[in-house]
């Protein structure tokens, strides 16, 4: 354990035992199987689900089998999530490795029940189905759900070929997904501390020490772990990618980009117009650069300049235990809503949490449900630092939109990541915004605005090169696999490209591509766009809060409540009034960027 995290009011390490049984007890197996079995029985029935028609009889066997379709799903998710909680804590756990691999062979029998589901519903005739709804109110309450998965059968191979391709998905496009996170679980960097060579987990090696001799010696440590899994991520991105490109022909879809917009609920336009809106105002984000440059007496940043610290008197001081973190999280959660402070103060006592600072975790951070229990868990690893207590009001923003949907029907509890993100990073704006109105000194001031530019370089650089790598890349896979060199020559361009060539020349990282999970995750395609989207839209939920009075808190949780019974662009226009088709949306919260950077400016 981190000697500076030992004694803490708040707890650093999560409860899961009242969730389920531990997974080594033989109460978790019985309830692993009698899931199994149950899941298993649902999965033969749904092959003989009755047509839908505009019958007593027939919505009654319906909303008998979407309750016991219900039920599994909830057991599911909740045994899913509670896994990978024990195995993101313990990420050399064989055994948590494959419960994992049984839980994921699973996944045909769900796909099995939703496919035939959403076959039935695609062949109802529509006025048969919105007669269907009409006339029970038990259907009607989720017609949203029930249009979006007759939406969804036009992504759907043939029946038989569906539940082929999902049971070969096991070990082939998931298998592949696996590998990289008990690869990168397992992988371990050699930095230099006092003196002494140690080895870290990769969640645990930070780039943005004050300091430019440390950052650098531990880019370049990471980098040479990273290089030693190429090869394997290059086999493995290919084959991800290669085997939705495969579906995607048979689907005859437009193109790679077709099938995540449907994903995320989210219009073609609507994409297409952020990035437009992205590309044109980057300038501000160069001069930001720019000054950066001059601070650090370079002429120009490299990759593991960016997200270092201003040089101010404020950096020395920048040390932040968690104890401080969570009140100040909670402090100013509660300035923006009473619920929200509460939420906040009883997820943390009650030991949603995990954020001890120590070897064997796996990296990054996450939030998971459990809807049985109307709860939450937090993963991350907290490093005293400003940005992982900003990392806590990320996920504890992604906790308290599922905490404001938990009363909602079950089906209408799911809403695509786009609008998940914006919860999160709107949770981060109140939080930075409070701490700058809050300080006095002008280092201070500054500390902050180059932490919120920070994060403005992560959302509309780092992952515009995400996206840009993500689009060529499936352009060429589908003439044949990549080399790793390959890879890293489209991460290069895609860098220099998203980041308007601001960095020095010698200063990119081609081999991000290989270190960057979020290309290895298999059940969603395209995984970084929705982050950018949230940012951006929180941005402009936010400046609308700050006009909006003391309606506006009410007003932001109906808005979350939208996600899960409305599209993206539905959702905010039904309650913010906004366009997201149009560039003029996005310039809008593009000009609080450019506000930051001119006050940055005048400071420094």
């Known amino acids: ?68 379709y219900e039920s599994v799903c909830v057991r599911g998710g909740d045994l899913g999530s509670f896994i990978g909680c024990h195995a993101a804590a313990d990420a050399e756990n064989k055994e948590f490795q494959q419960i994992e691999a049984r839980l994921s062979a699973l996944g045909p029998l769900h796909e099995k029940i939703a496919a035939s589901i959403e076959f039935a519903l695609k062949e109802t005739p529509d006025d048969v189905f919105q007669s269907c709804l009409d006339s029970n109110p038990a259907l009607a309450k989720i017609q949203f759900y029930l249009k979006e998965l007759r939406r969804n059968a036009q992504l759907r191979l043939p029946q038989q070929q569906e539940e082929l391709a999902n049971e070969l998905a096991v070990d082939g496009i998931h298998a592949w997904g696996r590998l990289y996170d008990r690869l990168t679980g397992e992988l371990r960097i050699q ?59 048979r689907l005859e879809v437009r193109d ?67 104890d401080r973190a969570c009140d100040h999280v909670i402090e100013t959660f509660a300035g923006f809503s009473s619920e929200l402070g509460d939420f906040a103060g009883m997820a943390i006592r009650e030991k949603w949490i995990e954020a001890e600072n120590r ?8 939030c998971t449900g459990f809807s049985d229990k109307k709860q ?71 500390t902050i605005l180059d932490a919120m530019l920070s994060d403005a370089v992560a959302f509309l650089m780092n992952i515009h090169s995400r996206f840009i790598f993500e689009d060529q890349f499936h352009i060429e896979r589908a003439d044949g696999e990549l080399t790793a060199s390959r890879l890293s020559e489209l991460m290069l361009s895609a860098q220099k490209e998203a980041y308007a060539d601001g960095l020095d020349e010698e200063g990119w990282y081609p081999h991000f591509w290989v270190s960057k999970l979020h290309f290895y995750i298999t059940g969603l395609p395209f995984y970084n766009f929705p982050y950018t989207f949230g940012y951006l839209l929180s941005l402009g939920v936010f400046a609308l809060g700050k006009e909006g009075g003391r309606d506006f ?4 949780r109906q808005l979350l409540i939208a996600t899960g019974c409305q599209d993206a662009e539905e959702a905010v226009q039904s309650t913010l009034g906004y366009d997201l088709t149009t560039v003029d949306f996005w310039n809008k919260s593009l000009d609080i960027v450019e506000q930051r950077v001119d006050r940055f400016l005048e400071l420094v």
């Open 1 to 68: 354990m981190n000697a500076t995290l030992e004694k803490t009011n708040y707890p650093l390490v999560w409860e899961l035992d009242s969730l389920l049984a531990h997974p080594d007890q033989s109460e978790f197996k019985q309830h692993f199987d009698r899931f199994r079995r149950d899941l298993e029985k649902l999965a033969e029935s749904s092959q003989s689900l009755p047509a839908v028609e505009a019958t007593t009889a027939s919505a009654k066997a319906w909303v008998d089998f979407l309750q016991a």
């Open 191 to 249: 930095v230099m501390e006092r003196g002494e060579i140690v080895e870290k987990s990769v969640g645990q090696v930070q780039f943005d020490s004050p300091q430019r001799t440390v950052r650098q010696n531990n880019f370049f440590a990471a980098d040479k772990s990273w290089s030693t899994l190429a090869d394997t991520c290059a086999d493995a991105i290919n084959h991800i990618a290669g085997t939705r490109l495969t579906v995607n022909r």
């Open 256 to 322: 790679h980009l077709e099938v995540p917009c449907r994903v995320n609920r989210m219009r073609r336009e609507t994409l297409d117009a952020m990035w437009q809106a992205v590309s044109h105002r980057k300038s501000s984000l160069i001069k930001y650069f720019d000054a950066k440059a001059r601070a650090f007496g370079l002429d120009k940043l490299t990759w593991y300049d960016v997200t270092a610290p201003y040089p101010t008197g404020q950096a020395a001081k920048s040390e932040l235990d968690y």
């Open 359 to 366: 070897s064997g975790k796996r990296q990054g951070g996450f």
């Open 376 to 446: 939450s868990r937090i993963f991350m690893t907290y490093t005293n630092s400003v940005d992982s207590m900003s990392t806590l009001a990320h996920e504890l923003g992604h906790a308290y939109h599922s905490y404001v949907l938990r009363d909602e029907p079950f089906f209408l509890q799911d809403y695509p990541m786009n609008l998940a993100e914006t919860a999160s990073t709107f949770a981060e704006a109140v939080l930075a915004e409070n701490r700058l109105e809050r300080c006095e000194s002008v280092d201070e001031k500054i």
């Open 553 to 556: 808190p009410d007003q932001y």
